[in-house]
């Protein structure tokens, strides 16, 4: 092949590649913007009332008298319930959610020796209108804002031969309750 017929090859692949890669032609095109306005987002939030109480709610101890954690030494048999107000805020169009306590706090919160007898469950009062209990999920199906007490009811299991062990190992031990935690979550389906 000749130099002449070379330089034309390369000159028509040039070419080629101006045209495809580099842009050198434009098609007409047009564009505009559209006020479409601004989104937002909403939030949930969980508000804790002023410093909660404990009580003893045991069934056999009448009034519900109020004790110190501190010195009160619990028992099998014997039911106890901290009771702190919470406000749900709850802002967004579709916004649905529910309330529970947090079982991985009750877990690092209890002694492994207590957990076949102690339980640590949810008991609201004073629910609004629009806020639901199923077995301590508190739920909620429209935004609003809701203001209600929520019972966290430690139990310590009642039993034949204290509470079915003789092991010592469930006496004279702590629970650091100051863990415990309220745990609110959009529920979308």
Known sequence: ????????ISAGIAGLL???GAGTYALWQDSKTVNAGTVQTGQLKLTLGAAGTWK???SDVSGAPTIDPAVFKIVPGDTIQFTQGVTILADGQNLKGQLTIDQSTVTA???????????VTVAPSGLPAGITNNAGVLSFTAPGSYSFNVGITVAFA?????SGTDDETIENQTANLNGLALKLEQIRP
């Open 18 to 20: 101006l045209l495809g």
């Open 109 to 119: 919160a209890i002694p492994a020796a207590w957990q076949p007898y102690v339980t």
């Open 56 to 58: 003893d709610i045991s």
């Open 158 to 162: 009642k039993g034949t031969n204290a």
């Open 1 to 8: 092949m000749n130099k002449v017929a070379k330089a034309g």
